[in-house]
């Protein structure tokens, strides 16, 4: 028969000096209180469209024109 090995790990000796668990000793510290999030103004909100317009057009004029000068060139 095969003699199987003794692989379990030693005992911990517990004293009783220890610091006792601070789990069941102190409550959770409380949470910080969050900041509830604003809207934007809707002033901000129709800039950012009209200047997200403005921006894609010219990007677009720009390629139309480079494109043609390279074509008709």
């Known amino acids: 028969m095969i003699k199987r090995p003794n692989l379990r790990r030693p005992t911990v000796e517990l ?4 610091r006792p668990s601070r789990i069941r ?3 959770p510290p409380p ?3 969050k900041k509830a999030l604003q809207p ?3 002033e901000r ?3 950012t469209v009209v200047i ?3 921006l894609f057009a010219l990007a677009i004029t720009v390629a ?3 494109i043609s000068n ?3 060139n």
């Open 40 to 42: 934007y103004a809707a």
């Open 15 to 18: 004293s009783t000096a220890a």
């Open 31 to 33: 949470e910080p209180k």
């Open 70 to 72: 390279n074509v008709f």
């Open 25 to 27: 000793r102190e409550p």
């Open 45 to 47: 909100e129709v800039w």
């Open 52 to 54: 997200g317009v403005v």
């Open 64 to 66: 139309t024109v480079g």
